[in-house]
């Protein structure tokens, strides 16, 4: 009788999770529960350390949700001049960014310090998903290779690469209407808000891949890249240069490996990234598609503005997924490190 129990925990545990955590899950009622000795066996109780360190993460907890919002609101301006970059299409446009400091100046001047905000608030929205899908599926995804005969390192990125896959899916109606607000030259006042542009492309283009879901195999092949590069090369990295014993050093060996990764990973998937921002942004003609299918897009790019063009928005990109990686891996290591050790 004991056994229904658990597994509906687990269940409903795992739904928190894929769902992006929308109702907080009560650590001190799981706690409880383990003390009872209801949790009998070591698969269950894995399980739920894995879920309850991304209820921390993920699920709205003041300090966590406070972290998050942050480096959001930090990072934020940078994402802008990145799709800025991207969607930037002749150079010789005299409303055409020269450089990074040259983005930052005319976005501020033309449309003040909330330009630099545009868009903001569907990554806000998608921050609880995004991070829950992430670390969840690529720990499932990674127990689920364990019956197969691979490798550690083609593991790891094989439930990298099935972990972007699975977050691309939740996140790209958050993309549509992210890119499209921060394409919008207006002052911020004039733009229209998050749920009316939603409501907009719902409207007039539906809820399809023509629609709120439009660039969807490029946000699978950004996502899936990404993860892949950032968790293959992470866990393989991290396994072969040998822990220190001082904490600070360990914290140091640690978030090397993780600015790295993310730095890797954001060179290699730039291309995909590219021609999301091309398909869900402004098309050069209005009423007329020109960006359709991902790697379509990426040869129309390469033959008419050349291959550094697929590499647009590189520098920004690097500026915030390098060391917002490396700390996304950290707080997610060390929360279900405590997690392990105490519950």
Known sequence: MSAKPEVGLVREASRQIVAGGSAALDLGKLESIHEEGALQHSEEQEALRQTACLGVLAVPRPSFVTLGLVEICLMHPLDVVKTRFQIQRCATDPNSYKSLVDSFQMIFQMEGLFGFYKGILPPILAETPKRAVKFFTFEQYKKLLGYVSLSPALTFAIAGLGSGLTEAVVVNPFEVVKVGLQANRNTFAEQPSTMG???????????????????????????????????????????????????????????????????????????????????????????????????????????????????????????????????????????????????
């Not at 195999?217 to 001082?246: C, E, Q, S, W």
């Not at 209005?286 to 390469?302: D, Q, S």
Request: aromatic content about 14%; glycine content about 12%.
């Open 197 to 343: 542009y939603a409501r907009q492309i719902i409207k007039k283009e539906g809820w399809g891949l023509q629609g709120l879901n439009k660039g969807l195999t490029a946000t699978l092949g950004r996502h899936g890249v990404f993860n892949m590069v950032y968790f293959g090369f992470y866990y393989n990295v991290k396994n072969m240069i040998p822990v220190n014993k001082d904490p600070t050093l360990e914290f140091l060996r640690k978030f090397g490996i993780g600015l790295l990764s993310g730095t890797i990973a954001s060179v290699i998937n730039i291309p995909f990234d590219v021609a999301k921002s091309r398909i869900q942004g402004p098309q050069p003609v209005p009423g007329e598609i020109k960006y359709r299918t991902c790697f379509k897009t990426m040869a129309t790019v390469y033959q008419e503005e050349g291959i550094l063009a697929l590499y647009k928005g590189l520098l920004p990109k690097i500026m915030r997924l390098g060391p917002g990686g490396a700390v996304m891996l950290l707080v997610y290591e060390y929360t279900y490190s405590w997690l392990q050790e105490n519950w």
